[in-house]
């Protein structure tokens, strides 16, 4: 792998060739570097797994998927697939997206084929998957927003109306809503404003997570639907409900652990329904 040069590897590279393909391949193997796997059906991520490259040729690149027993992808699913490789010091992101072949289960592992990509991009990834979701899914959810004119020694937070927002969607690194203009502190929500939002998540067979998270707004703008604007957090600090005293920062791309199993159970239990 150290014959990749860095200005070889760019984004939207057009001589990319299966040779060079199956070195990120190689280097991926060779290295045991995790691969992020989603898969997709009608354009819709449905599932997001982990795993690593156990082998590839010029038709297929098989996955092993790791921590899934019976890991199985619906009829006609495309699978978008991202991993790291590493050139001068360098971490260059690799992603492609092929058809799914085929999963199986050898000695109670789960595998999965891709047809071998035919291009390879260089673009960042978004790491938590995202879903929708209503107020119905989320039971007590309630949004507060930091009020900077109140006090500068302590942080005052607003309740926001529950009139006036929607949840639209949520990931485990953050929460998409939109907001009405007719709350009185909506004049005071702009970029790295910080909100602070809590409910409860139910599981199914154990019991239900309660949280409180801060987050920043890091998109704010007209929706579609008028007098309501769009509002995006990415999520900094997390809390159980029960234990307000000890927050936890939040210090990668992969947001909370806790909530990343709560949306994967919400989707798992959509697409059980659709069956």
Known sequence: MSNLEVNYILSNNPHITPEYIKDTLRYITTHRIEVFIDVLLQGKTIDQVRGFCAD????????????????????????????????KGKRIPCNFISPAVKTF?????????TIFPT????????????????????????????????????????????????IIDISAGGMLFIINEANPNFKYIQENTRVLSSGTFPFTNKPPLNL???????????????????LGLRFTRWAYLENHSSWNTIEDDNGIPLLANWVFQLMAN?????D
């Open 56 to 87: 590839y040729n010029n038709k297929f690149v098989r996955f092993y998927i790791h921590g899934e027993e019976d890991f199985t992808v619906p009829e006609g699913a495309e699978i978008s697939v991202f991993y790291y490789i590493f050139a």
């Open 105 to 113: 289960q050898h000695k109670g592992f789960s595998f999965l084929d």
């Open 119 to 166: 291009t390879l991009g260089h673009t960042q990834r978004r790491n938590c998957v995202r879903t929708p979701v209503t107020k119905n899914e989320i039971p007590h959810l309630k949004l507060w927003i930091e009020d900077k004119l109140l006090s500068k020694e302590k942080t005052q937070w607003v309740a926001i109306d529950n009139s006036h927002f929607e």
């Open 212 to 230: 409180s998270m801060i987050g920043i707004v890091r998109r704010f703008a007209p929706s579609s639907s008028n007098g309501w604007y769009s």
């Open 270 to 274: 959509r697409k059980k329904a659709q």
